[in-house]
């Protein structure tokens, strides 16, 4: 299991809370929230470590994880 820095783990959260404040409140469940931040992870797997390239990954699948789980 890859580790991070507090400053990438900062920056994955922030991510997170960011793209999670785009989502329509009753499409914002725990399920959306659940595979945001998975995506976030898996991004930061792959090296895409700054909060611009975290966001950005969530930001592209915002739609894609809202209509499989409503």
Same mark, same amino acid.
């Given at each position: 299991? =890859?580790?991070?820095? =507090? ?6 959260? $922030? ?8 989502? =329509? ?13 998975? %995506?976030?992870?898996?991004? $930061? ?6 909060y611009d390239a975290l966001l950005? $990954? $969530? ?5 894609? %994880?809202v209509s499989m789980l409503t």
């Amino acid at each position: 299991m =890859p580790s991070y820095s =507090p400053e990438v783990l900062h920056s994955m959260r $922030a991510a997170l809370n960011e793209v999670m404040a785009t989502i =329509p409140v009753d499409q914002a469940t725990p399920g959306v929230k659940a595979y945001m931040a998975e %995506i976030i992870l898996k991004a $930061a797997a792959e090296g895409q470590t700054s909060y611009d390239a975290l966001l950005s $990954a $969530a930001s592209g699948k915002i739609q894609t %994880i809202v209509s499989m789980l409503t």
